[in-house]
């Protein structure tokens, strides 16, 4: 087997081919007439040009540089290759510029999926945030349950999610943003907001509530702590409309505390104490599992741990 033959079956292309960073060398050389010059340029040391030349001289198995002290100049061999290296370069610039594209393209909207509590309470300022730092990126959010904000994103609609849910949907990846607190709520006329005692756990699960749909983070930490809830007093799919409820009088909810601060400092609602449960619970951005977010939803996942 010929010298020639070897080295084209050695290895890879990645192997036999010199790198973008070899290329763009010999070409700075050709247009500048000296190694010190190219190296210069390129912003290397001469030593580290002089080596990079000898490395791809031995990759190649021809002379490609005539060294003197009046400057550098290419062997016949080393103008035919620069001509091919500059097809080279060239493409690798088309191939970088369309990929430049495609971020540029992806960076230009944000799709993220919350549910109501985090949507209606913590997304707000998080995206007035983000717009601070990337005023030219379009964001739309879609707001529903944590089982919704999975559907999403497993099918491609959302780029970043945000549930409040004991567990991680299947299929999905997350990261603890914060923490939260449930509490039971009523308004001041109802008997509980007269209690000088916490409410037993056993009476709150046997009482009929106002309470957001299955399939909402907030149904499914209140079912689990409680090990089971009686019949909704009324079934509602929004954290606002369950709140209204509340303050009109027409029962007790379960909120988040983030929910209900305004209405609690006005005292339009009371909060009961709970005895011997926990109704705490962490709030998390999800994404597609192996899918890290990237571009501006990796920004906005930083501004949620600010």
Do not use: C
């Amino acid at each position: 087997m010929s010298e020639m033959e070897e080295r084209r079956g050695n290895g890879t292309l990645a192997h036999r081919v010199p790198d973008l960073g070899a290329l763009e060398l010999l070409l700075a050389v050709a247009r500048l007439g000296s190694l010190g010059a190219a190296a210069r340029a390129l912003g290397i040391t001469q030593p580290a040009a002089s080596s990079r030349i000898r490395s791809m001289e031995r990759q190649l198995g021809v002379a490609l540089v005539d060294r003197s002290p009046r400057g550098s100049r290419l062997t016949d061999a080393g103008a035919l290759v620069t001509d091919w290296a500059r097809r080279v370069v060239e493409a690798a610039e088309a191939f970088d510029a369309g990929a430049q594209a495609l971020r540029d393209r992806r960076d230009s909207r944000l799709r993220v999926a919350a549910s109501m509590t985090i949507a209606e309470y913590l997304l707000p300022g998080w995206l007035l945030a983000l717009r601070a730092e990337r005023p030219d990126t379009a964001v739309s959010l879609l707001a529903g349950n944590s089982a919704a904000v999975a559907e999403r994103l497993l099918a491609g609609e959302a780029d970043l999610g945000f549930v409040e849910g004991l567990t991680v949907p299947p299929g999905l990846d997350s990261a603890v943003i914060a923490r939260d607190r449930l509490i039971v709520v009523t308004a001041p006329a109802h008997p509980w907001a007269r209690r000088t005692r916490p409410l037993p756990a056993a009476e709150l699960a046997a009482t009929p509530l106002i309470l957001r749909e299955r399939g909402s983070g907030t149904r499914q930490v209140l079912d689990t702590a409680l090990g089971g809830l009686a019949r909704p007093l009324i079934e509602l799919s929004s954290t606002t409309a369950v709140k209204a409820s509340a303050v009109s009088g027409a029962g007790p909810a379960v909120l988040s505390e983030l929910a209900v601060r305004e209405e609690l400092a006005l005292r339009r609602l009371v909060e009961v104490p709970v005895d011997e449960v926990s109704l705490a619970r962490d709030l998390r951005a999800v994404w597609p599992t192996g899918h890290r977010p990237t571009g501006p939803a990796r920004e906005l996942l930083s501004l949620t741990r600010g």
